[in-house]
């Protein structure tokens, strides 16, 4: 999984081991491997690799169902 972080002023990637858990629907947990607060990549996955610089659009927040 990738996760936003920032570098030197630059949004970039870090890809995140996940531990994954109970599944419903399209909807998937996560037990470990993220923090609260943690931006994670949902589209163009495929594309990335370490530190690729990128620019969050938030146009399609989640649901209010992803929210903590």
């Known amino acids: 999984m990738f996760v936003v972080a920032n ?4 949004q970039v990637v870090e890809q995140k081991l996940v531990e994954v858990g109970p599944r419903k629907d399209d909807q998937v947990g996560i037990l470990s491997g993220l923090k609260a607060g943690d931006e994670i990549v949902t589209s163009n996955q495929q594309q990335l690799k370490k530190e690729t610089v990128v620019k969050v659009n938030n146009a399609r927040p989640f649901p209010a169902s992803f929210k903590s």
């Open 7 to 10: 570098k030197d002023g630059e």
